[in-house]
């Protein structure tokens, strides 16, 4: 009997999700943020979906979202011309850091010291969130606006993707390096830091290039224009999701097609594995968050595996708990909505 890839639905979002990071394992597990056309950036537990909270204070859409290395900050990007950097623990607002146009990208150094951004204004800026009242360094040559930036090989260096354009810029001397052009518009670009490689879409694309070169590796062709793809921590496989609803994984070696399903009632906008790889996340037009297993059946976080012979076959099926529900309540919940971890969602400040 084959297995059935389940996925877990995360609600609570009222407008499409556009963004989503996971931090890195920390003694408390490993946490996921969601960046959201509804203003309102949400903290989950990143192996089960588990609603955190929510950052309330941005007036626009909120575009980008990180989290830094142990989930101890947050920071986002909106459409209110500001970032905001958050305490992640407590749901407070640090700092509000104004910018002249709408903001797409945020991007935590690894000791969490600085804080890069991009957006519309088609400049970078590095804010050094030791010193609050301090003008940012600004790096500018980019022709049109910035989707995203991120910090790379050891923050010495910086990748940041306008329009149809990957540049990699020296931080010490804030100069460009060398940089990429795109026939078409560039639609998301990951950081893989173990081994220095840069995922990078654009129509049915999915291209891989040395980060520290920016020279090309491998790519691959997907059937639908890709808004989003990432590689998994062990490089073995890739993710990817577009226009058409689908979900796609690959072998990264030989690029064979291994899987691919349809979930999301929209377009899929991001997509990015766990650190520790066991699970994906997804985020669509829909609204929702989507978490995925990486081998489906496996027993991890609110998945359980069952044998065959056991519960009627059923595999990998999400094993969910709600409190204060009967037996026979949690049967009927679970026949009209069976992957939706949440009734509803407080909106309230973490």
């Known amino acids: 009997m084959a297995m059935r890839q389940t996925p877990l639905t995360c609600s609570g979002h009222t407008r ?24 309102k950036p949400m903290l989950r537990q990143g192996d089960t979906g588990d609603w955190i909270g929510t950052f309330l204070g941005h007036k626009g859409a909120v575009w980008g979202a990180t989290l830094n290395k142990d989930a101890t900050k947050a920071a986002t ?17 640090l700092m509000t850091l104004a910018h002249k146009h709408i903001v797409k990208s945020v ?29 940012p360094k600004e790096i500018s040559g980019h022709t049109s606006g910035i989707k995203k930036a991120l910090w790379c090989r050891d923050d ?8 149809k354009t990957v540049r990699l810029w020296d931080r010490a001397t804030m100069t460009e390096v060398k940089s990429l052009n795109f026939s078409m518009s560039v639609s998301s670009m990951e950081y893989i830091p173990e081994g220095e490689i840069l995922v990078i879409t654009y129509g049915r694309s999915i291209a891989f290039h040395s980060a520290a070169s920016l020279e090309p ?15 998994h921590p ?3 496989f890739l993710v990817a999701g577009g226009e058409d609803f689908k979900l796609y994984k690959y072998d990264y070696n030989s690029g064979e097609e291994l899987e691919s399903y349809k979930g999301h009632f ?25 978490l995925w297993q990486t081998v489906v059946g496996k027993t991890y976080g609110l998945w359980k595996c069952v044998l065959p012979e056991e519960e009627g076959g059923e595999l990998a099926k999400p094993k969910i708990s709600f409190p204060e529900t009967t037996e026979e309540e949690l049967e009927d919940l679970g026949s009209e909505n069976s992957d939706s971890i949440y009734s509803s969602t407080p909106e309230v400040k973490a």
Request: with cysteine.
């Open 16 to 39: 499409p999700v556009v963004d989503l990071a996971f931090s890195g394992i920390t003694p408390y597990g490993y946490f996921l943020i969601s960046a959201c056309k509804d203003g």
């Open 77 to 93: 990007a909106a459409a209110d011309f500001t970032a905001k950097v958050w305490d992640a623990v407590s749901g407070d607002e």
């Open 107 to 135: 991007d935590f150094t690894q000791d969490s010291n600085y804080l890069l951004t991009g957006g519309q204004d088609k400049l970078l800026r590095i804010y050094d969130l030791n010193k609050s009242e301090a003008e």
């Open 156 to 163: 010495t260096q910086i990748l940041s993707a306008d329009d």
């Open 217 to 231: 590796i491998k790519s691959f062709e997907a059937p639908a224009p890709i808004n989003s793809a990432s590689l």
């Open 234 to 236: 062990e490089k073995e």
């Open 266 to 290: 929209g377009p899929i906008h991001c997509v990015r594995f766990s650190a520790d790889g066991e699970l994906y996340a997804s985020g669509s037009e829909d609204g929702t968050l989507r």
